[in-house]
């Protein structure tokens, strides 16, 4: 409705109506973009440096179509030629110095963005199928240098944000890509199966977050893992009813507003990154996203 356009970015009505599966011409969804605020914030500048360049790619892979935008089509290509290294993503183009969780973070976005049977995303989610650890007490065969020095990415006990947002990865690879990857699929539910253990955001060991920004409520994603990817994650595969996810879903519940909506609480700080939704307004995004992800209002 009118009504509804003047509160609602155009973005997020184009978003809606594409997960609704309402057939929507390539005009009529490039010209919803063109009158979104939102996407001309994210369209404003590009700054060719590999973390402002995978901030902007990620918040626009969750929009549908942006694949359309020319100024996606500039940062792909800037992606493509200084930061994939064959194998997968890294910060600096060097094999040696892949990170899982960004690595992760661009073969996700760009599954959403329509290239999931494009080869070198084939090659990153290889990577992720034959180094990634799923489970703790395993061993990796990868040899990159650089990662060590951020600790304990691959380390007896992984990164949890590496293993979350790998699970991530692959839901979409296979969600979007033609051809279905079993071995994919066998370690989305080997992931699943450590989120549940860890009740998505615990510590095993006692009720406590396993870092200070599980619980934020911010969306798109950034590096700091929160609560809205793990539910995302739990409602994608069909767990979102398991007692796993309980106290997470209590803990969501409690922070809706006696208004019936949800608001932003953290907003990450890395250049070239844009919250959908200001903190402290009525937040649309989050509010469309977790109402889906708790059956709120369904």
Not at 9 to 20: E, G, P, T, V, Y
Not at 265 to 283: C, L, N, Q
């Amino acid at each position: 409705s009118d009504k509804e356009g003047d509160i609602m970015d155009s973005a997020l009505i184009l978003r809606k109506l594409c997960d609704s599966g309402e057939e929507i011409s390539k005009n009529e969804a490039v010209s919803l973009l063109n009158s979104s605020n939102l996407i001309s914030d994210l369209v404003s500048e590009l700054v060719e440096k590999p973390l402002y360049a995978v901030w902007r790619i990620t918040a626009l892979a969750e929009i549908p179509y942006t694949a359309e935008l020319k100024y996606t089509k500039r940062l792909i290509k800037y992606i493509r030629k200084n930061m994939f290294d064959g194998e997968g993503f890294t910060l600096s183009g060097k094999k040696t110095d892949l990170l899982p969780c960004y690595n992760a973070m661009l073969a996700e976005a760009f599954s959403k963005l329509g290239f999931a049977d494009a080869d070198f995303i084939k090659r990153s989610v290889n990577w992720i199928k034959k180094y990634q650890l799923f489970e703790r007490n395993e061993k990796t065969c990868w040899n990159g240098k650089g990662i060590q020095k951020y600790g304990g990415c691959l380390k007896m006990t992984p990164c949890y944000t590496g293993v979350v947002k790998s699970v991530k990865a692959l839901i979409y690879y296979n969600k979007y890509s033609s051809n279905y990857d079993v071995k994919a699929e066998k370690l989305i539910q080997k992931g699943i199966t450590y989120i549940k253990k860890h009740r998505l955001y615990k510590h095993l060991s006692n009720e406590e977050p396993i870092n200070r920004h599980m619980l934020d409520i911010s969306y798109p994603q950034s590096y700091q893992l929160n609560i809205m990817e793990l539910l995302e994650i739990m409602y994608l595969t069909g767990n979102i009813n398991d007692i796993s996810c309980e106290s997470a879903l209590n803990y969501i519940k409690q922070k809706k507003t006696s208004d019936n909506f949800w608001k932003t609480d953290y907003v990450y700080s890395g250049a070239g990154y844009t919250v959908f939704d200001k903190r402290g307004k009525k937040g649309e995004w989050i509010t469309y996203l977790l109402e889906k992800y708790t059956g709120e209002n369904r």
